[in-house]
């Protein structure tokens, strides 16, 4: 089956820690997604990557990081720089050839709590 | 900056009932307008694509339309059932080949 996976489904941080989140695709896309998503509010774009070994800042990029050392990985850290880290985490992917035709495919997300 | 505009935020039907709900963005220089929909706690899944040519797409109890000139679309939902509970999401996808989002609306079908 391909798809996206994202683990844990549940991740907790303790104050100043880091924690990196997963996201694994078998789809054979080129570009990956991170988006946080806030109770009422739309999903907000974190990072990008449209090929392995690049990816570029989103919206609300401060206090995360990113690597695409493989093309079917794309984890995210949040870092103890991010003050607010408590929310859904939703990772997508797509052909990555950009236009009309394309459609992003979503992970299960992950809910990142702080203790 | 692209907006995406979601309208109503809830919305609460009986069984059965027709329904639209609706989207609009301010930029429409756009490649397609997509709705997802996502259960809660869950990911979002793709329901329907209309690129920037078309004027609407069809699948099953779903159309949704589009008017690009004038920034909306909406997603009518036919003959409403508890299974349809769930919130819906626009987005748009931007010469940029990124996407953005309205807050979706909130649909609960009473049985």
């Known amino acids: 089956d391909g798809g996206i996976t994202q683990s844990p489904k549940y991740l907790f941080r303790k104050e100043g820690q880091n924690v990196t989140l997963s996201c694994e695709q078998n789809l054979n896309h080129d570009a990956m997604y991170w988006y946080r998503q806030d109770p009422g509010q739309g999903l907000r774009l974190i990072y990008y990557s449209q090929i392995v070994n690049d990816f570029q800042k989103g919206d609300i990029a401060e206090g995360y990081s990113v690597s695409r050392e493989k093309k079917e990985s794309f984890p995210l850290t949040v870092t103890s720089a991010q003050k607010n880290p408590t929310a859904f985490y939703l990772c997508a992917s797509n052909v990555g050839s950009g236009g009309a035709f394309e459609t992003q495919y979503f992970g299960p997300g992950t809910r990142l709590l702080v203790l | 900056k692209q907006e995406v505009t979601q309208i109503p935020a809830a919305l609460s039907v009986p069984e059965g009932e027709n329904l639209v709900l609706n989207c609009s963005f301010t930029d429409s220089a756009i490649y397609n307008l997509q709705w997802f929909r996502q259960d809660p706690g869950k990911g979002l899944t793709s329901l329907l694509l209309?690129?920037?040519?078309?004027r609407e797409q069809t699948s099953g109890r779903l159309n949704a339309s589009l008017d690009k000139s004038s920034g909306r679309s909406t997603l009518y939902i036919a003959a409403s059932q508890p299974g349809d509970s769930a919130t819906y999401l626009c987005?748009?996808?931007?010469?940029?080949?990124?996407?953005?989002f309205g807050a979706g609306t909130r649909l609960t079908v009473k049985p």
């Open positions: 987005a748009v996808s931007t010469p940029n080949n990124d996407m953005r």
């Open positions: 209309i690129q920037s040519s078309q």
